[in-house]
């Protein structure tokens, strides 16, 4: 079974920063995309930023220039580095990411169960 799992997030204050990070684990043969997504209540989620197994990054406008998506294969890790954060950015976060658990070419999806982001203001 896989597992992603969050950590990183908590209260900061407007203008600061936070680097969530995101680790996979179980029966993983490779990871093909990897993102964030976010959820206020009341709101639909969305995605924040998405980063392919070669690098590529994609990234929601209202990030962009504030936010950084990277990850270290070897550790089947993604993270995201929020600098210059507001209060428009509190919401839970969640990990997502495409995985293949065997040589055969099928990728199934997994999310993590969400971490916290506050932004006071």
């Known amino acids: 079974q896989v597992q992603l799992v969050e950590s990183g997030g908590g209260l900061v204050q407007a203008g600061g920063s936070l680097r969530l990070s995101c680790a996979a684990s179980g029966r993983i043969f490779s990871i093909n995309r990897m993102g964030w997504y976010r959820q206020a209540p009341g709101n639909e989620r969305e995605l924040v930023a998405t980063?392919?197994?070669?690098?590529?990054?994609n990234y929601a406008d209202s990030v962009k220039g504030r936010f950084t998506i990277s990850r270290d294969n070897a550790k089947n890790t993604v993270y995201l580095q929020m600098n210059s954060l507001k209060p428009e950015d509190t919401a839970v976060y969640y990990c997502n990411a495409d995985i293949r658990g065997s040589r055969e070419y099928v990728y199934y999806q997994y999310w993590g169960q969400g971490t916290q982001v506050t932004v006071s203001s």
């Open positions: 980063i392919t197994s070669g690098g590529d990054t």
